[in-house]
């Protein structure tokens, strides 16, 4: 798969067709850039697994780590640029605009857009999430250049090229997308999916200011008022530390209720394989996988779950995975850390009257410890 052709022709199909010299125009595009993602006075996590990342790719080309802070004037958008530093990042890029108070497309657009031509960068990071899968699009779009979205694995090519593996026919396969002779380089990747880095505390670096070049009366679209996620009642399985999940091995939807007493006996989230989501068991925030939540927690344990491909890229980064299933050459077993061959109905409700027995309320939060 190509970019979008900016300013030469479309070349030939085909990776081997396309491999030439990159047009001179891009040639002084250099350097990994990070959108910081700042709504309403928070920092999404993302951005900061995002540095972690970015810094690798930068460090394989030698080149600098930028972090990218759009927001209002003020201690929390400084703030942001701090944490920045603290992430990893050389500089920081920053437009500060009572418009950027709140997220909208036009102006963030016009900023990150303005930001790319003035001090061209070859990679460009952003969250998959959705004021990121929102503002990547448009971003690409308007630089007419290449996206990759939902990437679980970022490198560098031999040759310098941003590698970016992503699932892709239903989660059935990965591919590595590049762009080629195209810049900037662009990705998304979903909260979870990669480390958070190690925070260290050290003084505000080079922060290079940018103006932004656009009016009130030029944006269409108006805040009229926000609703938190805190009131929508949602799980929030991404940042779990313990995940018990259910799959179709559980043969009916009232056996779920089993998956549940487990999680609730060890304080941890519940969740569920695509299946039973398409078949009503549960509600999309509580799906695993590729097309749902990414998790990263300290414990996963999944049970009637075969383990396709695309739940595996949604869990692989768990610290321990427990798989119970009937199967044993279920698919799950080769990224399962422990395995356990039997009848999930039969044993979930004895290993819950277990955890139940030796853990007291006050020590079941040391299964995240």
Request: hydrophobic content about 40%; overall charge neutral.
């Amino acid at each position: 798969m190509l970019s979008a052709n900016r300013e030469a022709p479309r070349p030939a199909s085909g990776r081997a067709g396309t491999k030439k010299e990159l047009p001179d125009h891009f040639k002084d595009y250099r350097h990994v850039w990070v959108f910081i993602e700042l709504e309403r006075g928070q920092v999404h996590p993302v951005s900061f697994e995002l540095l972690g990342e970015g810094r690798k790719l930068a460090d394989k080309l030698g080149v600098e780590l930028a972090g990218i802070v759009l927001g209002p004037p003020g201690e929390t958008t400084q703030s942001a640029v701090a944490e920045a530093f603290a992430y990893g990042a050389d500089l920081v890029y920053n437009v500060e605009a009572p418009l950027l108070a709140d997220y909208r497309n036009e102006p963030f657009t016009k900023a990150m857009t303005d930001l790319v031509d003035a001090h061209k960068p070859e990679i460009l990071l952003l969250g998959a999430t959705t004021l990121g899968r929102d503002l990547a699009g448009s971003v690409a779009t308007t630089l007419k250049t290449g996206l990759t979205a939902d990437c679980t694995e970022l490198d560098v090519d031999t040759d310098g090229s941003l590698a970016a593996t992503r699932p892709t026919f239903g989660g059935s396969l990965l591919c590595t997308i590049y762009t080629l002779n195209y810049r900037p380089q662009m990705a998304t990747v979903r909260p979870r999916v990669m480390p958070m880095p190690r925070r260290t505390d050290k003084p505000v670096g080079r922060v290079i200011r940018h103006q932004l070049s656009v009016a009130e009366d030029d944006i269409v679209t108006k805040v009229l008022g926000f609703l938190p996620d805190s009131q929508s009642g949602k799980a929030n399985l991404a940042y779990a530390d313990v995940v018990v999940a259910g799959g179709l091995g559980l043969g009916a939807a009232e056996n779920l209720q089993l998956v549940k007493d487990l999680a609730r006996a060890i304080g941890a989230e519940h969740g569920c394989s695509r299946p039973l989501v398409q078949k009503g068991w549960l509600s999309a925030d509580r799906q695993i996988g590729q097309t749902g939540k990414t998790i990263r927690p300290k414990l996963y344990i999944a049970a009637g779950i075969s383990g396709a491909i695309q739940h595996r890229v949604g869990v692989e980064g768990a610290d321990l995975i427990v798989a119970i299933n009937t199967d044993p050459k279920a698919p799950i077993f080769d990224f399962a850390h422990l395995g356990i061959v039997t009848d999930a109905i039969r044993f979930l409700p004895a290993l819950t009257e277990a955890f139940t027995r030796r853990l007291s309320p006050h020590s079941r939060d040391k299964l995240a410890s």
